[in-house]
C-alpha cells in the first residue's frame, strides 16, 4: 500500500492509498474512545480525500478489539455539560464528505461510537460484532445525530426499540435490520470491504460522487439541527444522578439502578 505524504494525519492516525480507495484508520488503545481532536482529524482526512483526485472511495477503520466504544466520560473536561456540543458539531463535519465512506466495524460500535459507523454509506462486519446505542441505559439522550441517522437506515420502530433498551446486537443481526450491509467471515472483513470499495471505484467517479449527493441530500444539514436537541438533552443529563449511576456502573459491569433523578 503507498502511504500519503503530503498530509499529515492527526495523532492515531493512519492514511494510505492504493489505486483508488484510500484506507483511513485509527488508534486510541484500550477502546478507542473518541474526543473532538478525533473528530476533527478524521475530518481533515476526509477533506484532503474529497480533493485528491486519485481516490475514490474511502474505507475507515479502527485498531484492536473495539471498532469505537463512543466519547470518553472519565475525564474533568468531559464531564462539562458543553463537552457533547462541541464534539457533535465537530462530527457534522464527517457527513460533508463528497466521497463514498466504507466502514469497518470489527468488535464493538456502542454508543457514539455506532454514531460514527452511522457516518458511512456503508458498513461491513461480522457476526462477532456487536453494535449498541447504550445512550439510556447510561442514563442519557443519544447523541452523534443517531436520532437522524439510525431511523433512516432501520426505520424509526426499531430505532426506537434500541435506543430505548441500549440492548446489543450482532453482526448478523445489523445486517438483517439494515444497521449494516455486509456479513463477512470473522477476520475477513478488510477484505470484504476492500472488495466492495473495488467495486464501486470501478464506476465514473463523477456520477459516483453526484448520485451520493441526491440520496444523501439535506442529511448534514439534518444532523446538524438533531445535534442541537440531542446536545440540549444531554446538557442537562450529563450532570444527573442516573448518568453518574449509569457511567459508574458500566465501568462496574453491573445493570444500573437508576431512581429518575
Not at 58 to 73: M, N, T
Not at 156 to 164: G, H, R, V
Not at 247 to 253: D, I, L, S, V
Request: glycine share 10%; net charge neutral.
Amino acid at each position: 500500500m503507498s502511504t500519503n505524504t503530503s498530509f499529515t494525519p492527526g495523532r492515531g492516525l493512519a492514511l494510505g492509498l492504493e489505486g483508488h480507495v484510500a484506507t483511513l484508520g485509527f488508534n486510541r488503545p484500550p477502546l478507542n474512545f473518541f474526543d473532538a481532536e478525533l473528530i476533527n482529524d478524521l475530518a481533515d482526512a476526509l477533506q484532503y480525500l474529497d480533493d485528491l483526485p486519485q481516490c475514490r472511495v474511502v474505507i475507515l477503520q479502527a485498531e484492536g478489539k473495539v471498532f469505537c466504544a463512543g466519547a470518553d466520560f472519565s475525564g474533568a473536561d468531559q464531564r462539562d455539560p458543553q463537552y457533547p456540543r462541541r464534539v457533535y458539531k465537530s462530527a457534522v463535519r464527517l457527513f460533508r464528505n463528497r466521497k463514498p465512506l466504507i466502514c469497518v466495524v470489527e468488535g464493538a460500535a456502542i454508543g457514539g461510537g455506532l454514531g460514527l459507523a452511522l457516518v458511512a454509506d456503508f458498513r461491513v462486519t461480522s457476526e462477532k460484532a456487536r453494535f449498541s446505542a447504550n445512550f439510556n441505559r447510561l442514563g442519557i439522550h443519544q447523541g452523534f445525530g443517531i436520532s437522524v441517522t439510525m431511523p433512516r437506515l432501520v426505520g424509526p420502530q426499531m430505532a426506537s426499540l434500541l435506543i430505548a433498551t441500549g440492548r446489543r446486537i450482532d453482526g448478523r443481526e445489523a445486517v438483517r435490520i439494515g444497521l449494516a450491509d455486509v456479513l463477512a467471515e470473522p477476520g475477513m472483513e478488510r477484505q470484504q470491504a476492500r472488495e466492495l470499495a473495488e467495486e464501486i471505484a470501478a464506476s465514473a467517479p463523477g456520477a459516483v460522487m453526484s448520485s451520493r449527493e441526491t440520496l444523501r441530500m439535506g442529511l448534514a444539514d439534518a444532523v446538524d439541527r438533531i445535534i442541537d436537541r440531542e446536545a440540549s438533552e444531554q446538557e442537562w443529563q450529563i450532570v444527573s444522578a442516573d448518568f453518574a449511576e449509569g457511567t459508574r456502573a458500566m465501568a462496574e459491569r453491573r445493570t444500573p439502578v437508576f431512581t429518575g433523578q
